[in-house]
Nanobody, 128 residues
Framework: QVQLEESGGGSVQPGGSLTLSCVGRGITLRNYAVAWWRQAPGKEREGVAVLSKDGYTTSYPESVKGRFTISRDVDKNTVFLQMQDLKPEDTAVYYC?????????????????????WGQGTQVTVSS
């Protein structure tokens, strides 16, 4: 059974940092493209970072570029989302997703239908 498990969410003050983890169970993440998403109440799900199956091609929207970094640890079968200089508008439930063999590019804008496996999400709250 394939599972993606997110962790690392929590509450942080503006300007703070958090690192989210997405662990693959029954799935070898180095064979997949992985994306991180967020969804705030009343808003659509937004892709915030994508790591191509190749393990080094990434893409980010302008809203998080320079503040968020996606990376992969093959040995831990885990994909991370490092978030710095967090802002109140970053508050949302964050999800990871994966799609087998998916090769993306640096200008790729993710669409939810491009990814077949999803985690349950972890809450991130940025507030003073």
């Amino acid at each position: 059974q394939v599972q993606l498990e997110e962790s690392g969410g929590g509450s942080v003050q503006p300007g703070g940092s958090l690192t989210l983890s997405c662990v693959g169970r029954g799935i070898t993440l180095r064979n997949y493209a992985v994306a991180w998403w967020r969804q705030a109440p009343g808003k659509e799900r937004e892709g915030v970072a994508v790591l191509s199956k190749d393990g080094y091609t990434t893409s980010y929207p302008e809203s998080v570029k320079g503040r968020f970094t996606i990376s992969r640890d093959v040995d831990k079968n885990t994909v991370f989302l490092q978030m710095q200089d967090l802002k109140p508008e970053d508050t949302a439930v964050y999800y990871c997703s994966a799609e087998f063999g998916f090769t993306t590019h640096t200008e790729y804008t993710p669409a939810p239908n491009d990814f077949g496996y999803w985690g349950q999400g972890t809450q991130v709250t940025v507030s003073s």
